[in-house]
């Protein structure tokens, strides 16, 4: 357990990393539980709570979202406050005048980025023609935040677009030939009636321009602001493409006609979800995020600035990785489909909180796991997303273990693999089960690069038991298919045991695959090899002619197939030469074995 942090009543802003502790000491009792009232905590017990409306509507957590998510906890003893905040980072307003800026247990940058990722927000430069050099007046620390604000603000307006802006109909009449809608009959026959043969219209206008649009309007306009004033050496590597983004959503508003006048600031500032039509509740990560911006007393108000922007903002971490270790599942799932030459991984999918029923025919009793990765009816493996603090091993928390096993009674899978940021990837075996529980965490230092790696090197250990030319099939998008005149469309003929990648005949096949390097451009001439190649082509026949313990061909040629993959990059002067054969047994399932040899 981390060491308390502590700090002087008064202090405006403290810093407390996620599941941490604060001491705010130098009190007074009395006056900070008004002040704590005051800063919108509610008296649970002993303790005061503050909880902020959950964006994210997970399944798993709907009874807990009528309360909220519970953002810093707060217990007066004797002349200090101990303050713990959840799994949230962000600058909460605790009393006022003191705020409490939460750090997250992963760099910030991660953060952003697991946002973008799980918002699947473009990452380009282009400024939409505005100079950089433009985007460099002012100053602020605070764009990680502001980075936040902005992928918030982009994807709840991605939302609202999708399923329409709110408009007023309005209704307008006009005489003449030229006109658009259509045509008010009773008044066109009482006009020809009165001698004037002119049609009467009656067109239909949306008009857009309303107090919640405009709200949203406003913040888009702050947000460009901030997103301007930051200076590029303290800019988010991603703070230039979020300008355009932002930008481009601003400017589709406009087309709309919808404009913000800062005249009318307190007034956006009083929006609330809570008074629109519940039909019209996808404006909630919209209005939440504009809201926020809004508080800020940047627009000509009093104030330190910028940094009045950060007050009262919170992102749940929780749901936050949950929603990017599905997102890298998914699109790690995809990139292996790309790969897969024999199409065997189109029923394969990894689902976000499937519902899972432990009684036939009844709906009520339900469980929710994380992500499930299924092949048609069969369940691979049961993924739990767990957001746990450096060197806690979810498998040792009795409740996490004890769902994970329930998880996979009901789904009758043997593998399951517990998610984390902040561990090291382990395997444990299950007593008497034949079962597996995996860790899967990067080990060392965790970076959203060296997670998705490890998530990739996961699916791809528990897809290859169902299909083992899966393997290969990587190798071949590392490395390089070395058999001279094939090419990786000749991958799909790899059953064919008279085809491109027969071992019949060893002496033309090991022919081929040193003809393969020594003409490409990442290989050696054959005359820097020992004997012209003829060491290395010797080995592979060896291989392809080795036999098991029964004196039986190891690798029997009318079952047997072999994809050659080159490596220049190893370790060895040359590199060196994996043999992936893939054999079909009796019972018409496929098996794979290796040979890896250094390149002499």
Known sequence: MSRSVR????????????????????????????????????????????????????????????NGLQVLTA????????????????????????????????????????????YEIERTQSPYGIPLDEMTAGGIDASRIIAIFAINYVQGLRTINRKGFIRNLEIHRRTGFDGIGSIDMSQTLLNQASGNPEPTWVETQAEYSNLVNET????????????????????????????????????????????????????????????????RHYYRRALHT?????????????????????????????????????????RTLGSLENIDHLNELETVECEAEPPIYPFDGNTDATYYPDHLLTDDEETLAVL??????????????????????????LTATERMAFLCPLYHRTSLDVNRAGATVDIVSPDGEF???SYESIIREYLLDVLTESYPELKAFNAVNG???????????????????????????????????????????????KLDLENGGQWTKSRIKEICAKQNDEGRPKYPPDRTT???????????????????????????????????????
């Open 7 to 66: 700090c002087e009543y008064g202090t405006s802003l403290c810093s407390v990393q996620e599941n941490g502790k604060l001491v705010v000491e130098g009190c007074d009792p009395q006056q900070v539980t008004e002040e704590l009232r005051a800063a919108n905590f509610v008296r649970e017990g002993s303790q005061f709570v503050k909880r902020r409306t959950r964006l994210r509507r997970g399944r798993s957590n709907a009874d807990e979202e009528g």
């Open 290 to 330: 504009s809201r926020s911006v809004l508080a800020s007393t940047l627009l000509g108000q009093a104030g330190s600035g910028p940094e009045e922007l950060l007050v009262d903002y919170a992102l749940s971490m929780n749901s936050l990785f949950e929603d990017y270790t599905q997102r890298v599942l998914s």
């Open 216 to 279: 949203i309007h406003m913040a888009g306009k702050l947000l460009l602001r901030l997103l301007q004033q930051t200076p590029h050496e303290q800019a988010h590597p991603q703070q230039n493409a979020l300008f355009s983004i932002v930008y481009a959503e601003v400017q589709q508003m406009e087309e709309l006609g919808v404009q913000s006048s800062q005249k009318r600031l307190g007034a956006y500032r009083q929006v609330l979800l809570s008074n629109l039509p519940r039909q």
């Open 447 to 449: 970076t959203c690069e």
């Open 479 to 525: 490395g390089m298919l070395c058999l001279d005149n094939v090419t990786t469309e000749d991958l799909p003929l790899i059953e064919d045991v008279n085809g491109p990648f027969s071992i019949a005949n060893p002496s033309s096949f090991a022919n081929k695959i040193i003809s393969a390097i020594t003409f490409s451009t990442r290989g050696p001439n």
């Open 75 to 118: 217990r007066i003893v004797e002349d200090t406050i101990h303050v713990e905040p959840s799994d949230v980072v962000g600058v909460v307003r605790l009393l006022p005048g003191m705020s409490v800026q939460i750090e997250p247990k992963v760099d910030w940058d991660d953060v952003v980025r697991m946002l973008l990722t799980v």
């Open 384 to 409: 739990d997303s767990k957001y746990y603090r450096e060197g806690k091993n979810p498998a040792h928390e009795s409740g996490s273990r004890s769902r994970m096993f329930s998880y996979a009674y």
């Open 562 to 600: 072999c994809i050659p993959v080159y490596d220049p990059d190893e370790n060895e002067a040359h590199g060196t030469i994996t043999l992936f054969f893939i054999r079909q047994e009796e019972d018409s399932t496929r098996t794979m074995e290796t040979e890896t040899r250094p390149l002499l």
